[in-house]
């Protein structure tokens, strides 16, 4: 009987060190959550005006999504009208985008902050900080299997982090 007892605590001790040993990022990403455009809505209101190149744009709060990560971080981009904007600064700037906290998109390092970011040519995807300079041009994929791509959106990724979406054409990034 007292054999037992020991082994249930030696089996209950392996399994709380098993847990404590998972790495953070997974056991973070289980209280990760996906906003949409409503959830987005209520941080950036109706009407708000987005700074980017000298000039504020409205943002399109219909077209947005995020993510509230685990820890409290967010991440949110909404598409912007940049018809005022020079042809040059629309051609990269499709959209707004705000982290509180560090990402990797594409293998590169995107430290906390407010970015203008855009899908271009040759399945590219551009970040770029508010004075329209290039922080960094990563690949971008096409998603043919997406039912009913919307002008913007943010998913989970089956492999891990998440998807930023215009149309069919996305970038992954985690923290």
Do not use: C
């Not at 089996?11 to 790495?23: E, H, I």
């Not at 997406?146 to 998913?155: E, F, H, N, S």
């Amino acid at each position: 009987m007292r054999l037992s007892s020991v082994s249930r605590v030696v089996a209950f001790s392996g399994l709380l060190l098993g847990l404590s040993l998972m790495p953070a990022r997974a056991a973070a990403q289980s209280g990760d959550k996906v906003l949409a455009p409503a959830d987005v809505q209520k941080m950036l209101p109706e009407g708000q005006r987005l700074w980017y190149k000298g000039q504020a744009a409205p943002a399109q709060l219909r077209n947005s999504g995020g993510v509230k990560f685990a820890d409290g971080s967010y991440v949110l981009a909404t598409l912007v009208d940049t018809s005022g904007y020079s042809s040059d600064v629309q051609a990269k700037y499709q959209a707004y985008f705000i982290t509180e906290g560090a990402l990797k998109i594409g293998g590169h390092d995107l430290p906390a902050g407010i970015y203008g970011v855009g899908f271009i040519g040759d399945n590219k995807f551009v970040v770029t900080d508010v004075g329209a300079h290039d922080v960094f041009t990563v690949d971008s994929a096409n998603d043919d299997n997406l039912k009913r791509p919307r002008p913007l959106q943010v998913t989970a990724n089956d492999g891990g982090g998440f998807r930023l979406y215009a149309g069919r054409r996305y970038v992954t990034f985690s923290k």
